[in-house]
């Protein structure tokens, strides 16, 4: 009987350990914002380590101290004797903090100018140190900006002019709506209430208005079939993954900014994946279960629905990944119902994925473990914080400046709304999807595994199409770009197009200053690298979707076709558009 017992209670001693350092790291990542502190002082402590051993650096660093300080002084003197004197340093073309006409009084100038000068010395100090590789360099770089952002003068009333006018001119009244208004954003967080103004944009009313129905259902997704709005469609469907990170409607998400209903009254049949937003329950959905039963799943019904027609396949952001991984493996066993493949702010391959990857190290995907290991997920606000961490200038210390300072509350859009309705990850797919793919690279590399064999992405043969945005912070687009050397497809069309990983992808036709650049290359053309690319491709005004839907048309039967029924012979329509799963908080 106690030989019987042994192996528990050894088992048990071997794993309280672990379970205590995970319990541990899962409370300390409550305080620490998700960020390891292992990690962070691991890079640190490099850094320090290479700038002691490098004391010409510590020289330099000394002497632009002083030319900085004297480079400042000499402009004093110069403003004090005539006007107009230009800024002896000027902000980037991306930094507005300053750039109101109350910064260029005294003593405001000298504060701000002398705030910019410290942040291009950090940045001096933070880089070009012998030895210090360029992965702890740029983390290093990262955490400096985050810091200096945070003491930025444009962040303090008292140095603020804009804020001190605004309290002048009101009689501080300012102050007053800014504390109602960081009240209100309190209580709101604390009880999950959506930010002032979402309610104004409700979904399958504002948002998401796109006839359909839906016509199949699984745990993990609901298929969505469009209606048609014209009397005959081409044969062809087209099918659109969009990311589990976000709620699909990015996509349609009103009736004038929707990509579904434009392709739609262009004569597509369209079908849309809406994902189940997952709870505790899913923890150990993995990425083979996304596949199985999103992508997969769906293009079996859409082939039930539309016989004997090739798909279009389409993905945006990971949804474009699991895409790319669903083609790999058909293209590997024989499935030939693709017709193209089109991924939207898509990387494949991780070794350059911006900022987003800077803290994606082992340390750190340990701890988000840790994290997700209690409750079975990430939580949308967790996510949601690490991409405002990219752009925590435009998205915290601007917003607190505007909404608690100055007491002016921006006003809502349909975007903003969207992209305050938060998802959740479930704990084993997101672990995967950090390990397999941003840590080990596996799937650029030919290493990542499918049922019981590799995949590779030169064994798609379909022809592709790749959108990438000019200023994206989650899939650069260099990182996109490297379809190019991954794929051995026939034709690879690349399309860069003006704005950030949303807001340029929403670019509808008539949208105001949208341009893009564009170029097909065939299979035997000789590589041109992303900035020789970028600079020789001419620049065209307008939106993208024209040039997308018109390249589709080229790839699908000229002779168009009576519209399918909705949900065929097998798939009877199961509710209207959006569904039930873009519902769920």
């Given at each position: 009987m106690n030989q019987n017992r042994q192996p528990s209670s050894l088992l048990s001693t071997r794993y309280a350990p672990r379970m205590m350092d995970q319990a541990f790291k899962a409370n300390m990542?409550?305080?620490?914002?998700?960020?390891?502190?292992?990690?962070?002082?691991?890079?640190?402590?490099?850094?320090?380590?290479?700038?002691?051993?490098?004391?010409?650096?510590?020289m330099e660093l000394a002497e632009d101290v002083g030319f900085k300080v004297e480079h400042l002084l000499r402009h004093i003197r110069r403003a004090n004797m005539s006007t107009g004197t230009?800024?002896?340093?000027?902000?980037?073309?991306?930094?507005?903090?300053?750039?109101?006409?109350?910064?260029s009084r005294w003593p405001y100038n000298f504060i701000y100018q002398s705030f910019l000068l410290q942040q291009e010395?950090?940045?001096?100090?933070?880089?070009?140190?012998?030895?210090?590789?360029?992965?702890?360099?740029?983390?290093?770089?990262?955490?400096?900006?985050?810091?200096?952002?945070?003491?930025?003068?444009?962040?303090?009333?008292?140095?603020?002019?804009?804020?001190?006018?605004?309290?002048?001119?009101?009689?501080?009244?300012?102050?007053?709506?800014?504390?109602?208004?960081?009240?209100?954003?309190?209580?709101?967080?604390?009880?999950?209430?959506?930010?002032?103004?979402?309610?104004?944009?409700?979904?399958?009313?504002?948002?998401?208005?796109?006839?359909?129905k839906v016509v199949y259902r699984n745990h993990l997704i609901e298929l969505i079939q469009y209606?048609?709005?014209?009397?005959?469609?081409?044969?062809?469907?087209?099918?659109i993954v969009p990311a589990w990170i976000m709620k699909y409607y990015i996509l349609d998400l009103t009736a004038e900014k929707s990509l579904v209903r434009y392709l739609v009254d262009q004569g597509h049949t369209v079908f849309m994946i809406s994902w189940r937003n997952p709870t505790s329950e899913d923890r150990d959905l993995g990425m083979g279960s996304y596949r199985r039963l999103g992508p997969a799943a769906a293009l079996d019904v859409?082939?039930?629905?539309?016989?004997?027609?090739?798909?279009?396949?389409?993905?945006?952001?990971?949804?474009?990944?699991?895409?790319?991984?669903?083609?790999?493996?058909?293209?590997?066993?024989?499935?030939?119902?693709?017709?193209?493949?089109s991924t939207l702010a898509t990387q494949?391959?991780?070794?350059?994925?911006?900022?987003?990857?800077?803290?994606?190290?082992?340390?750190?995907?340990?701890?988000?473990e840790s994290m997700m290991q209690e409750r079975g997920y990430l939580g949308g606000y967790q996510m949601a914080g690490a991409f405002q961490l990219l752009r925590s200038n435009d998205l915290v210390w601007s917003r607190m400046v505007r909404e608690y300072m100055l007491g002016e509350r921006q006003p809502m859009i349909a975007l903003m709304a969207w992209n305050a309705d938060l998802t959740r990850m479930p704990y084993q797919m997101h672990s995967q999807y950090l390990r397999r793919l941003y840590l080990d690279n596996d799937l650029a590399a030919g290493r990542y595994i499918v049922g019981d064999r590799p995949i590779a992405i030169t064994d798609i043969n379909v022809p592709l199409f790749a959108v990438a945005t000019q200023s994206d912070h989650v899939a650069p687009w260099r990182s996109a770009y490297k379809i190019h050397?991954?794929?051995?497809?026939?034709?690879?069309?690349?399309?860069?197009?003006?704005?950030?990983?949303?807001?340029g992808i929403v670019s509808e036709p008539g949208h105001p200053r949208r341009t893009y650049q564009v170029e097909t290359r065939k299979e035997r053309e000789s590589y041109i690298d992303p900035d020789t690319w970028q600079q020789t491709i001419p620049r065209q005004q307008g939106s993208w979707w024209p040039v997308w839907q018109a390249?589709?048309?080229?790839?699908?039967?000229?002779?168009?076709?009576?519209?399918?029924?909705?949900?065929?012979?097998?798939?009877?329509?199961?509710?209207?558009?959006?569904g039930t799963y873009v519902l769920q908080q």
């Open positions: 990542a409550t305080l620490t914002g998700g960020i390891t502190p292992a990690g962070v002082s691991t890079v640190i402590y490099e850094w320090l380590a290479h700038l002691a051993m490098s004391p010409g650096k510590q230009q800024p002896c340093i000027e902000p980037t073309l991306q930094d507005d903090r300053f750039s109101g006409e109350a910064w010395w950090w940045e001096n100090a933070t880089t070009n140190i012998d030895g210090l590789s360029k992965s702890t360099e740029n983390v290093v770089s990262f955490i400096g900006r985050q810091m200096l952002d945070r003491w930025s003068p444009s962040n303090f009333p008292w140095l603020n002019p804009e804020v001190i006018d605004a309290t002048i001119q009101q009689g501080g009244m300012n102050f007053v709506r800014g504390w109602e208004n960081f009240c209100e954003d309190r209580e709101r967080r604390l009880t999950g209430c959506p930010p002032v103004g979402a309610e104004q944009f409700k979904v399958g009313e504002d948002l998401a208005t796109t006839p359909g209606t048609p709005t014209t009397k005959k469609v081409y044969a062809e469907p087209v099918l859409v082939s039930a629905i539309v016989p004997d027609q090739k798909i279009h396949a389409v993905g945006y952001c990971l949804g474009g990944t699991l895409l790319t991984i669903q083609a790999a493996m058909m293209a590997r066993d024989g499935d030939d119902r693709l017709a193209s493949m494949v391959d991780f070794t350059e994925a911006g900022e987003l990857s800077l803290f994606i190290t082992e340390s750190e995907v340990d701890y988000l050397l991954l794929s051995d497809a026939e034709e690879v069309t690349f399309l860069l197009t003006s704005g950030g990983h949303n807001a390249w589709l048309v080229e790839r699908s039967a000229k002779e168009q076709v009576a519209p399918p029924e909705m949900g065929g012979q097998d798939y009877s329509p199961i509710a209207d558009a959006p």
